[in-house]
């Protein structure tokens, strides 16, 4: 079993949609939740960050972590065109970055 | 120069061949690492290294080499490249080789070994 798991899509909504993009993840020493955007043949870039349960909204994207259930979430609201990318969850432990593992990403289109 | 660049773009290299990806960041990060990304697999680290002077091995360092002569340059070598090595490489940076810190991602190179 991967330490996370992230549903690999694609995922294809029309614009205005609520999208929900999820990981799973095994380790409960796990403490700090990622989320990055990658655009097509481009590096990643970190979109939200959290370290405890609970939500955490920043304008259209709300992160949502259950450490209980072992289960984190990205919410877009009114999705538009431009948030058409792949999302990685990225989740760690301890300090050291190196223990920084990430989901294998959920491609997602948004239908103008 | 702003962020982090790669060097080549993309390549196509013969098995057993020797090849050098470079990497090179502006923003006088600690923190330097290599990933290989494939399909199905996310984001895997190949090489860190938190400060000059310092590498170590991340998850799958098998094949690959790194060196950090200046705070700058991070290259990453295949010294006898297999096909099973054919993948994007992505550079990253960060202040410090802590999880909390935000790291920072080049273009990428895509590489093809036949």
């Known amino acids: 079993q991967k330490e996370v798991e992230q549903d690999p899509g694609p995922l294809s909504v029309p614009e205005g949609a609520i999208v929900s993009l999820n990981c799973t993840y095994s380790?409960?020493?796990?403490?700090?939740f990622m989320w990055y955007r990658q655009y097509s043949r481009k590096g990643p870039e970190l979109l939200m960050y959290?370290?405890?349960?609970g939500n955490k909204e920043d304008g259209r994207f709300t992160a949502q972590v259950d450490k209980s259930s072992k289960y984190i979430s990205l919410f877009i609201r009114d999705s538009q065109p431009s948030d058409s990318a792949t999302y990685l969850c990225?989740?760690?432990?301890?300090?050291?970055?190196?223990?920084?593992?990430f989901g294998s990403g959920t491609q997602l289109t948004v239908l103008p | 120069i702003a962020g982090i660049t790669q060097a080549p773009t993309s390549q196509i290299l013969a098995a057993g061949r020797r090849m050098t990806l470079r990497c090179t960041q502006d923003?006088?990060?600690?923190?330097m690492y290599w990933y290989r990304q494939d399909l199905g697999l996310g984001l895997r680290l190949i090489h860190y290294?938190?400060?000059?002077?310092?590498?170590g091995k991340g998850e799958v360092p098998d094949g690959y080499s790194v060196s950090r002569a200046n705070t700058d340059d991070f290259p990453l070598t295949l010294a006898s490249a297999v096909p099973s090595q054919t993948s994007v490489y992505f550079c990253?940076?960060?202040?410090?080789?802590?999880?909390?810190?935000?790291?920072?991602f080049g273009p990428g190179t895509r590489l093809t070994v036949l």
């Open positions: 990225a989740i760690g432990s301890s300090g050291s970055a190196r223990q920084l593992t």
């Open positions: 923003m006088r990060h600690n923190a």
């Open positions: 290294s938190n400060t000059a002077g310092t590498t």
């Open positions: 990253a940076s960060s202040r410090a080789g802590v999880s909390t810190d935000t790291q920072y």
């Open positions: 959290t370290y405890s349960s």
């Open positions: 380790n409960s020493a796990f403490q700090y």
